[in-house]
């Protein structure tokens, strides 16, 4: 954390409400505004000309750059990494081929480190300054996650993923030692510092129902935890668990009749849903990472953002890296437009940049310290360059409001866009100039 008070200049923007409710009445923009950032947190934000600098304040101009929350990403897997963009397969093939075969190497720790390092280097340069990330089978790979969190000062969320059947044995864990290692894991990280611990069943397909009320107990145990698993990703996966999970309802009954359904629990993908399905997550009030990139590299489907979130389910935006194709929120809220697009709902920029903030911070319970550019909030902030590139230049120098100003970045943006990036009050990325 950064002791002492720094000053920034520049456009900012901020929520009051959810503009899918609200709408841009949620926003406020300051054209010429200012943002107090004093011990860590931020404590002002509004008009340059209304600011007062505490003495000894550092200064920084960013002109027309704009300030905002730091991007929140609730759904994704940093030993993933090295496999991004990996071609011509589905869900369960692209796990055989590609996903588990590189998990197997986080067994050993350094390799676990180097690849959280490159991990966090590319999430902080892409803007993404709070994650929820699954590790592997191993313990070593969550051990790995948190450190390099916790040497950046990251608020960070992670867990070990189980597993104890349909996996290779390198990645095979028990129903006892799944429970035994998270609760262990848990122990030594929830809490500590800005890092929280998830309990991570991979999904259904991977777990015995054993494993399931395992750490189901588990989380009742630790009700403090979030819980993060897949849900109905794709067609095949969820004909796969109906055959291994001959009596339950539907695909959510899996997790619901293993103590796995509550407010901490977070599913991702969530597309084929049926009508039970949807309201047991709306009463439950669980948490839905939507991973717009995923969904169509793996060629999963189209999640239903709008009636979903109309029908008042809590709802992040996730990258899913490695199946999904790019570590930038950026190009994430684009291909959320283009699959509202496809789905015939045009996305207001306020709603996508809503959802990787604020919206991401709510479906990890964190929304009273992270995602949003308001006092008292934890100062993890970047500064956008809204004309980045020549392409975005010319789009953003025709542009007569700010959201005008905002949507060529967010389709055509990426880590070129991220000015600078400020964890917990540090600059971490290149100074302003
Ligand atoms: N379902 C189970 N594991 C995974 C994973 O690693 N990625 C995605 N996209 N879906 C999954
Ligand atoms: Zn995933």
């Avoid at 520049?10 to 054209?31: K, M, N």
């Avoid at 001959?246 to 597309?271: N, S």
Wanted: glycine content about 10%.
């Amino acid at each position: 954390m950064e002791h002492g008070s720094t000053l920034l200049f520049g456009q900012t923007l901020s929520f009051s409400g959810d503009p899918f409710s609200e709408g841009i009445d949620a926003v406020s923009h300051h054209r010429n505004g200012a943002v107090l950032i004093e011990n860590g947190k931020v404590s002002w934000v509004g008009p340059a000309d209304h600011v007062t600098p505490p003495a000894g304040s550092k200064t920084i101009q960013y002109g027309d750059k704009l300030i905002m929350a730091g991007f929140v990403d609730p759904h994704l897997h940093y030993p993933q990494t090295a496999i991004i963009a990996s071609w011509g397969k589905r869900l369960i093939e692209w796990l055989d081929t590609y996903t588990f075969p590189e998990e197997m190497r986080f067994a050993d720790a350094s390799y676990a480190r180097m690849i959280a390092e490159r991990y966090f280097d590319l999430a902080l340069g892409a803007g993404t300054t709070s994650m929820c990330s699954y590790a592997t089978t191993h313990p070593e790979s969550v051990d790995a996650f948190f450190q390099e969190a916790q040497q950046r000062g990251v608020r960070a969320y992670a867990g070990k993923t189980c597993m104890d059947r349909n996996a290779p044995d390198g990645l095979s864990d028990t129903a006892q030692s799944a429970y035994d290692d998270s609760k262990r894991l848990a122990q030594s990280w929830h809490g500590k510092d800005r890092l929280g611990y998830v309990i991570t069943p991979r999904f259904s397909p991977t777990s015995s129902p054993k494993q399931l009320e395992a750490l189901g107990a588990l989380w009742a145990e630790m009700p403090g935890c979030l819980m993060q698993t897949h849900l109905s990703e794709q067609v095949e996966e969820i004909a796969w668990v109906s055959e291994l999970f001959p009596d339950a309802r539907d695909y959510l009954d899996t997790y619901e009749a293993h103590g796995l359904l509550g407010t901490k629990g977070l599913y991702g993908h969530a597309i084929h849903l049926e009508p039970r399905e949807r309201a047991r997550l709306l009463e439950a009030d669980a948490g839905l990472a939507h991973c717009p990139t995923s969904n169509t590299f793996i060629g999963s489907g189209l999640f239903d953002l709008k009636g979903l979130k109309a029908a008042g389910h809590r709802i992040g935006l996730a990258t899913d890296i490695g199946g999904g194709s790019s570590f930038s929120m950026l190009r994430t809220m684009a291909a959320t437009y283009e699959i509202g697009q496809l789905n015939g709902a045009a996305l207001h920029p306020a709603e996508l940049l809503w959802l990787a903030t604020c919206g991401s911070a709510k479906v990890l319970h964190a929304e009273n310290k992270i995602g949003n550019l308001a006092a008292g909030m934890e100062a993890d902030l970047i500064v956008l360059d809204l004309a980045s590139t020549p392409a975005i230049a010319q789009r953003h120098a025709a542009a007569d409001t700010i959201w005008e100003a905002i949507f060529p970045t967010i389709m055509m943006g990426d880590d070129r866009a991220i000015s600078d990036v400020f964890i917990a009050g540090a600059l971490v990325s290149k100074a302003a100039t």
